[in-house]
């Protein structure tokens, strides 16, 4: 085991123990520990409750993903490239980025109703555009001499985009993916508990209504346990398709 992993390991036990140590000193109604949580997750599996919300709550995190990914690059590239979209689209993209999505939520149910569709266009919104932003970014800070040279040797737009454009801004790209997956579980469980009686914002809804605190938090630390194995796994891509960028990692 690596000096990093240990360091870690160490911590999240000293976490857990207090943790454990002051939730048991206060009324489970208000707080509850470890332990608690655990079991209370055991039943809820064993219930199949926890999958089947969980399932539609992965659901819409998914298809917001995709569909994110897909416009986040797609108006990153072209605002990076062509600068009459970047001066039309720019103030618009601040404005959206700048304004707080919560205050949507309520808007986007009265258009789209409270089904999948309306979920997935909040959690969309949340994350489209640290994705975009970044792609941007990362067009605009791709070499003019490397840029100079395709053009020398006669390469097409499409051409530079495949093998120069794409290529170099892939590691922004990846940063802007870590970046929402954040905001998107956020998104996720705000627009659970606007639009709809499924999904792991309804539980943490449901269980608070009845003062279930164990149960309550079971949904939070699978969100926080999805959101660490997802940055890691976009951690894990960027290594793969950028390893100069890992160059000062230490064990």
């Known amino acids: 085991m690596s000096r990093r992993a240990k360091v870690r390991l160490l911590s999240l036990l000293i976490v857990l123990a207090l943790w454990e140590f002051y939730g048991r000193r206060v009324n489970p109604i208000l707080f509850t520990y470890p332990l608690a949580i655990a079991r209370a997750f055991?039943?809820?599996?064993l219930s199949g409750e926890l999958q089947s919300y969980m399932k539609d709550s992965l659901l819409v995190l998914l298809y917001?993903?995709?569909l994110s990914v897909i416009v986040g690059v797609f108006f990153g590239?072209?605002?990076g490239r062509y600068s009459l979209v970047e001066w039309a689209a720019d103030i618009y993209i601040n404005a959206l980025y700048s304004m707080p999505?919560?205050?949507?939520?309520?808007?986007?149910?009265?258009w789209f109703g409270f089904r999948v569709p309306a979920k997935v266009i909040i959690v969309f919104l949340f994350m489209v555009f640290p994705i975009l932003i970044n792609t941007y970014q990362g067009v605009k800070d791709v070499d003019r001499n490397l840029q100079e040279v395709a053009r020398s040797?006669?390469?097409?737009?499409a051409q530079l985009w495949r093998h120069l454009i794409i290529p170099s801004a892939l590691p922004f790209i990846v940063v802007g993916i870590r970046l929402a997956i954040g905001r998107g579980l956020v998104g996720m469980i705000v627009a659970e508990f606007y639009t709809s009686v499924t999904g792991l914002g309804y539980m943490i809804v449901r269980y608070a209504n009845a003062f279930e605190t164990d149960k309550l938090f079971v949904p939070i630390v699978v969100v926080m346990i999805l959101g660490v194995g997802l940055m890691w796994f976009a951690k894990w891509i960027e290594g793969r398709i950028a390893p100069w960028r890992n160059f000062d990692d230490r064990e």
């Open 153 to 157: 040797f006669c390469s097409s737009e």
């Open 101 to 110: 999505m919560v205050a949507m939520v309520p808007l986007i149910v009265l």
């Open 77 to 79: 590239v072209v605002m």
């Open 42 to 45: 055991i039943a809820l599996v």
């Open 64 to 66: 917001a993903s995709i």
